[in-house]
């Protein structure tokens, strides 16, 4: 009977145990922790964005991108979905965003668990491998407690190494490593950028909409809209996180990262034309302060912020201020420049960008070029995704992949 083992019970190792299992096989998965899916319970705040509905690949990052359109094709994406609905997933679906109608991500974990269990595949907890061996056709796998355990096929399916309090910690890089597979630098994706603004503290807790436009060596290569989340270190939220994995890229690289933020996004205007917007406007409350008028636009601690790094006198009144300082103020409101420092760590990451390079997989199958039977999954390859359930979408699908071609060779 042919042994089976999946390294990892998170999003894509259990889709790919559940695919691999036939009644002649043998699926055991080997996970780390005292309980599968950690990480799979904190996704969408506990809602778990399992899904998107618009899968082009724009909305993935890869060194490789091109592989991707064998993996993320019509024909797979119909087939995972219609997995949930088999296994009794009831999508709400917001904009194209789709959570279990629950609300609570503990329903995904636990069908694919049920699942898992109703198909008699065998959970090993507490079994964190350490290292895996090639002797003749087989793989010997070598756990943390010295457990030695024989097998036909691997599915490497150990995460990346972003938020590791899950139970993903890198290791799985290492165990790719020793078989050869080139690893794209690792770096933190999905997270919170930092600077060195004194104004920090001004700001610190606002939540305002705004477009942010990422500038490379001071050229634009990216622009977002959303919720901004301005904290005492730098910046956060949605927007932030999405232009994330290619700063952290970036600075990788010794590359300038710059981020230029419109805190008024809806009101379209040069600068001049801004100017006479304000002239209009002050017309008609001529007494107020400017701290006062641009608090009818903004959080009056942006105000304090802006006005301060635009160095003008809270005190005065817009028709007061100098054609300079008008334009100053436009620049600060439009264009608020942030030199990014860095990112925050991997501890604080979602996901990871860079992993194990595509172009030693075949995307059709997951199964390494270089290692017959071994399989590598999820977010340990070169994949990632921006926010809105692009992550747990490819992890799906590729854990998917290498089951079905297990269970067929079978
Ligand atoms: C806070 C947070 C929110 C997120 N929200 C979303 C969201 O809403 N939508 C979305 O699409 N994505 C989201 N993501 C990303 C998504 O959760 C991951 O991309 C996805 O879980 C990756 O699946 P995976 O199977 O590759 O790895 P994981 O889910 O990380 O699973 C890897 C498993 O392998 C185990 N393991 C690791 N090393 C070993 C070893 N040596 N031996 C044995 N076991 C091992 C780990 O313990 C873990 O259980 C979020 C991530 C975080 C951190």
């Not at 559940?18 to 809602?47: D, W």
């Not at 091109?66 to 219609?82: A, G, P, Y």
């Not at 379209?268 to 034309?273: T, V």
């Not at 334009?327 to 991997?346: A, H, P, Q, V």
Request: proline share 2%.
């Amino acid at each position: 009977m042919e042994q089976i083992i999946i390294i990892g019970g998170g999003a894509s190792g259990l889709v790919a145990a559940i695919y691999a299992k036939r009644k002649n096989n043998q699926v055991i998965i080997l996970e780390k922790n005292n309980k599968c899916g950690k990480k799979l319970l904190l996704t969408g705040n506990g809602r778990c964005n399992f899904w998107n509905q618009d899968q082009s690949l724009e909305n993935y990052n890869s060194t490789n991108k091109n592989n991707l359109r064998d993996i993320i094709t019509e024909k797979n994406q119909k087939e995972i979905l219609s997995f949930f609905d088999k296994i009794g997933i009831v999508p709400k679906v917001k904009d194209g965003y789709y959570y279990p109608n629950s609300n609570q991500a503990s329903s995904i974990s636990n069908a694919l668990l049920l699942q898992v269990e109703s198909l008699g595949i065998k959970i090993k907890y507490n079994s964190e491998v350490e290292k895996i061996d090639r002797l003749d056709n087989k793989f010997i796998i070598t756990t943390l407690t010295d457990e030695i355990i024989s097998c036909d096929k691997v599915v490497l399916a150990t995460g990346s190494k972003a938020c590791p309090k899950t139970g993903s910690d890198g290791k799985g890089y290492e165990l790719a490593k020793n078989f050869n597979h080139t690893i794209i630098d690792v770096v933190p994706s999905l997270v919170q950028l930092r600077g060195n603004g004194s104004y920090f503290k001004l700001w610190n807790g606002v939540r305002c909409d705004a477009k942010i436009s990422l500038f490379e060596n001071n050229c634009k290569i990216k622009e977002e809209y959303g919720e901004l989340q301005l904290t005492d270190y730098g910046i956060s939220g949605i927007p932030t996180f999405n232009i994330s994995g290619l700063v952290a890229r970036g600075i990788n690289n010794n590359k300038k990262e710059i981020v230029k933020i419109d805190f008024l996004p809806f009101i379209n205007k040069n600068e001049q034309e801004f100017i006479t917007y304000c002239d209009n406007k002050s017309k008609f409350i001529l007494n107020l302060k400017i701290y006062q008028f641009l608090e009818g636009m903004l959080n009056y601690k942006l105000v304090e912020t802006i006005l301060k790094v635009a160095k003008i006198d809270k005190q005065k009144r817009w028709q007061d201020l100098t054609i300079s300082e008008k334009k100053r103020l436009y620049y600060n409101l439009k264009s608020f420049e942030f030199l990014i420092t860095g990112t925050n760590s991997f501890d604080k990451a979602q996901v990871c960008s860079g992993g194990v390079s595509l172009l030693e997989i075949n995307p059709k199958t997951m199964e390494s070029k270089l290692i017959k039977n071994l399989y590598i999954v999820g977010e340990l390859l070169d994949v990632d995704g921006i926010c809105g359930g692009y992550n747990l979408s490819f992890a799906w699908i590729s854990g998917m992949l290498a089951g079905k071609e297990i269970s067929k060779n079978d």
